[in-house]
């Protein structure tokens, strides 16, 4: 597709359905937007975690729009030129939780923070 191409955008039930098909788990449709919350273990946390995600919007050059609190961030995803929710949402969502809930794995050199850092429903 051209940048003079607008995608087209998902209907509600299919966005649905491309949820749940891409895994996107704790992603809903809300209001129009693809939304996510994530909670984190305090302000120094939530800070790293928007400026992550800020880094993979503007690398990306499709951006996010962010709520933000001590120890939540909000994260909300729309094609504005397409009028909706498009592929561009998803690819950008698995991004942001591939990036943001990465931890090392149990082989790995890297022992992974003890803190709550940003918190994974389990």
């Not at 209907?11 to 994530?38: F, S």
């Not at 397409?82 to 082989?107: H, M």
Request: aromatic share 10%; net charge negative; glycine share 8%.
């Amino acid at each position: 597709m051209s940048a003079s191409e607008k995608p087209e955008p998902y209907g509600e039930e299919e966005i649905k359905e491309k949820i749940k098909q891409e895994g996107l788990i704790d992603w809903i449709l809300e209001d129009g937007w693809l939304r996510r919350k994530y909670n984190t273990d305090g302000w120094p946390t939530t800070l790293m975690l928007v400026n992550a995600i800020g880094y993979l919007c503007e690398a990306a050059w499709h951006h996010a729009d962010l709520s933000v609190t001590w120890g939540k961030v909000w994260v909300k995803l729309k094609t504005h030129s397409a009028g909706g929710i498009t592929d561009k949402d998803f690819a950008l969502a698995r991004k942001i939780d591939e990036v943001i809930l990465w931890r090392p794995s149990p082989e790995s050199p890297l022992e992974g923070t003890p803190n709550k850092f940003v918190q994974v429903k389990k």
